[in-house]
């Protein structure tokens, strides 16, 4: 089974973008609690220029439109996301590279994009960051079929779930020790919100 | 907390053009870019001298940008940090071929962004060598976390290393120069209101009115804690003795810096510079020079931090070297 | 408005102690008074400059002490006219025989007590001249009221009263500049919110979120108009067509002060900055220099101010002659 | 009638200092409204240091201590209540030098230190100024005994409530022209605590 197309990978951006712009602020919020203040606005800035960048463009393969939406974000965003998501796809589009994007190939680009996380934050697991649920993503594909869509989203939304009592060790969140605890990562939040997009996506018929 | 601006997605964009429009004498933007660089930049033979970061800390970066302090200082959004991109510009807009120092402060963001542009840099064959300021001792130091932030102390860092630069001292002099300075200056701040991130539209936190926020680093973050209001006698003294408790200070001379988070009256800033010289002549540290004003803000925050940094012959000639900038003249 | 202090009666004694330490290197406080000076304070042969006022404007007057500058400032409480036996102490202090010019804003409280410090002096036989400083276009001109007040175009008269006094020209030679940048420097100001008298610990007005006051003087005192609030680009030009309706600045080249009134972010200060420059581009006025910052600050109030003043060749170079102030260097 | 002794020029302060201080705040908040808000801090502070001064010195005359009051007004007070109070209480000095302050040398005093105000302030009737107040004072003086002290400060109020619908022309409160008017004038307020104190003064036998 297919599950990216140029058109689905197009959509899955525009997708995104809509979650972003709607959750903006819920995202800032959280940033304001253990950050500064600005996740949601980087992410609503960041995908607004991708299909700034994406829409009107021709591209030949998956790999095409997540390298230019790679280039993007790390171009647009800043900060601590941008890097990080821009490496990510990155990393999905360099395994994407001359292939069609079939469930392997997305499990392995995941697996990929996870890497690149961790190498790009040098992060590990339990550190309250958005590499958790990309993370725990990656361990759930490894196991489960891509099929189930729904149970994938409930991985992440117990990641999530589970930064809020985690004292954060990375990132700006780090700075506040022990009075990090109590809220949940704004960056995982808006991995989920990548993942419900891709959700979306594939479970609609084009 | 209002604000003055147009479009709230334009406002870094025509500031950058604000700033390099009133002082075209000395700046310029780099075309297509948020960089803004000396307007003689790429000064044959000298190492260039590049910083930067997220905007809303203003006059940093850009204000120390000129002759014996940066050669330019790339502008991110507002407590975003600039892309990597926009960084890799500069670094060759500033290299003469003898190399750059990029200054950054310890933040993810800051970090990650900038060494992408190291890298891109390095492959297009400028020598880049960066140091990493992390002055502010409210955070625990630590090689399992991020570390501390930098804060304040950043702006020694510019000048000391900016003035050895203009001296046409090789790369690596420059940079462990910059690296002295890092070990000698620690910094510490306090906030009595929170910030309001233009995009945002509302504070970053609420302070009550008998409120404030202990260790507040310069983006909004909350602070280390919140405790009852105190007097500025006290709240200096609090500041002042976890930064003499971080290194050894006994004996030495120093350079301060009280510097105002944004909407602190200079008023008050000197009552606090006031304390500083008290508690520091009581435990025979000898102050240098004083620095008090608005160097490292945090939008319209109210609060400030206090720098002590440790010096020795070569720190103070360069500290007292002359520079040319919007925000530090000598 | 939460408020660094200690004892709110203490705050200028203290503040004061705090500038004189801080920059002990050249400045200093005349034992038991008010006044601060330069420290070599007395140049011989040197006409003196005196200037003051309440505090609560840092860094005005004393961040204007100094090479070049002033010789005292003399610093009255919080929006608070200095009292003249301490005025006369500074022009005492700064005499060396060449005569005094004091520098007054127009304020009741100021002329009143800086003319009996005048007299006073006078009959010590030291030559004191004076001029008053009345740059604001919000307030109506008229010889039947109080007329103008005086704000930020203040610090240019400062600058280059200053500089031609460096140079060993005479007391007539002196007022006449002062008077020449007087008659060419106008200014007007806007507050997005009100300021905090310490002592009074309640804001001076209130303004709601969507509301802005045209035309705010630098004490907290109401403004013309309370407007709803406009954009950066919209509220400049109001601001600078009052201004430039105000004397004929056709073909002229001119120095240009974006101020903060004390907690609007530079950043803002600049969107402002871009807006005048391409105001004056248009209008074919050619901008000399432009300053942004806070040079003729409220306490804590938000808002700005902008000055323009028309130059001739003279006042040109005057302007760019060197100066070692903490808040204006050249 | 002896209407001021050194005892009763110094109760005269006293009594002064207390109605300053406990209006301290509705002087602030009247020059709040048309001033800079400092006009109650001003008077406290200038009262508070007055007896400082004056209580615990010995003096031979009402004019000696007033003399003392002028100086530490003058010294302490600064603005443009100060060498204005200072200058009225200083003329007063100046009239009552050598004389017992009877009815004839009191009113005459009076009507030195409106002199003085006007000539320090340059201040016509009617700008809204504290000269209203002892200008008025003054007229009445002219016409009547001092005996009515109730009917003096019945002017004093009416005068104040005059210069509330006064456009100022002098002092700070004329930057705001037409928008002065609404607001009673602070330093008028202050002036009236003077004259009250004065009647609780000669009010009281010693
Ligand atoms: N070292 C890191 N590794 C992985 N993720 C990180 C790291 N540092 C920060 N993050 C993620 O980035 C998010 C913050 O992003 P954002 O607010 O856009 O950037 P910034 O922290 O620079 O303001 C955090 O919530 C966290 O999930
Ligand atoms: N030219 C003047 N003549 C007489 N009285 C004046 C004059 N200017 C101001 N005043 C009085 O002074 C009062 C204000 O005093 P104060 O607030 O202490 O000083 P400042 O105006 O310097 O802040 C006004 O309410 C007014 O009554
Ligand atoms: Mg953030
Ligand atoms: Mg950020
Ligand atoms: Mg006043
Ligand atoms: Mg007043």
């Known amino acids: 089974m297919i599950i990216l197309t140029v058109e689905k990978t197009k959509k899955w951006m525009r997708e995104i973008q809509k979650l972003m712009e709607e959750n903006k602020e819920q995202l800032t919020t959280l940033d304001q609690a253990i950050g500064d203040g600005d996740h949601g606005i980087n992410m609503e800035r960041g995908f607004r220029e991708v299909m700034l960048k994406i829409e009107d463009t021709d591209y030949d393969t998956v790999a095409d439109v997540l390298k230019s939406v790679a280039m993007t974000l790390t171009a647009k965003v800043g900060g601590a996301s941008g890097p990080l998501y821009g490496t990510a796809f990155l990393k999905m589009s360099m395994e994407m590279q001359g292939k069609e994007v079939d469930e392997t190939v997305f499990k392995a680009a995941v697996k990929e994009a996870v890497e690149g996380i961790k190498m790009r934050g040098k992060a590990e697991m339990g550190e309250k960051t958005l590499y958790d649920v990309w993370n725990q993503v990656a361990n759930f594909l490894e196991e489960e079929p891509v099929e189930d869509w729904g149970a994938l989203l409930e991985v992440c939304q117990a990641t999530i779930e589970d930064t809020r009592e985690m004292q954060a060790t990375k990132g700006r969140a780090s700075y506040l020790s022990e009075r990090s605890k109590g809220h949940v990562d704004p960056g995982s939040m808006s991995s989920f919100y990548i993942f419900q997009a891709l959700m979306t996506v594939v479970e609609t018929e084009d | 907390m209002k604000k003055i601006y147009n479009d709230v997605n334009q406002m870094v964009d025509e500031m950058i053009d604000g700033i390099t429009t009133a002082h ?246 000197y009552l606090v510079s006031r304390k500083v010289s008290q508690l520091l002549e009581e435990k025979e540290i000898t102050i240098y020079r004083t620095w008090v004003g608005e160097y490292m803000t945090s939008l319209d925050m109210a609060g400030f931090s206090i720098t002590v940094l440790k010096l020795d012959d070569q720190l103070k000639e360069m500290l007292n070297k002359p520079s040319k900038t919007i925000a530090f003249s000598n």
Chains 1, 4 share one sequence.
Request: aromatic share 4%; glycine share 10%.
């Open chain 2, 24 to 269: 075209s004498a000395f700046l310029k933007r780099l075309p297509n870019t948020t960089v803004i660089t000396r307007s003689d930049v790429r000064v044959q033979g000298k190492v260039g001298i590049v910083s930067g970061g997220g905007s809303g800390h203003e006059p940093a970066h850009a204000g120390y940008v000129g002759e014996g302090m940066l050669d330019a200082a790339v502008v991110g959004e507002v407590f975003t940090s600039p892309t990597p991109d926009q960084v890799l510009e500069a670094l060759k807009a500033v290299d003469s071929g003898a190399g750059v120092l990029l200054i950054l402060k310890n933040y993810t963001g800051d970090v990650m962004n900038f060494e992408m542009a190291k890298e891109m840099a390095e492959m297009e064959g400028i020598k880049v060598e960066q140091v990493v300021v992390n002055d502010d001792v409210a955070v625990q130091d630590s090689t399992f976390t991020t570390g501390r932030r930098g804060i304040a102390g950043t702006v020694f860092v510019h000048k000391i290393a900016g003035a050895l630069a203009e001296t046409g001292a090789s790369l690596e002099e420059v940079k462990s120069i910059a690296e002295k300075t890092i070990n000698n200056v620690r910094s510490m701040g306090v906030a009595l209101s929170s910030c309001t991130v233009p995009a945002a539209g509302k504070p970053s936190f609420v302070l009550e009115d008998n409120e404030m926020e202990i260790g507040i680093g310069i983006h909004g973050e909350p602070g280390i804690k919140r405790v009852p209001i105190e007097n500025a006698d006290q709240i200096t003294t609090t500041l002042l003795e976890k930064i003499l408790a971080d290194i050894d200070y006994s004996n030495s001379n120093v350079a301060v810096m009280i510097n105002g988070l944004g909407s602190t009256p200079e008023m008050e800033l």
